[in-house]
C-alpha cells in the first residue's frame, strides 16, 4: 500500500526525469530539494513538500499568522 505522504518512486522518476536512483538524488541536489534516502537507497519526497515547490501547494498568505494587534491596549 503507497502512502500519499510520500511520492511514490514512478513520480519521483517523473519529476526527476531518471530511472535510477543515483540520477535521481543528483537531480534533486542539483535543484535543492530536500529529501531523504529510505533503506533501499532510493531517494524519499513529500508530497506537500513537492507540492509547494512546483507552486501548486497552500500559498503563504493561507497559513496561520498571529494577530499581534489583538495585544494591543485598547
Known sequence: MESD????SDEVGTLTGYKLPARQ????RAKGW????????RPIVAR?????MLGCGVPDEATYKPN???LQRV
Open 5 to 8: 505522504l510520500f511520492l511514490t
Open 25 to 28: 538524488v543528483q537531480w534533486l
Open 34 to 41: 530536500r529529501f531523504e534516502l529510505n533503506g533501499n537507497r
Open 48 to 52: 506537500k513538500y513537492a507540492e509547494k
Open 68 to 70: 499581534f494587534s489583538a
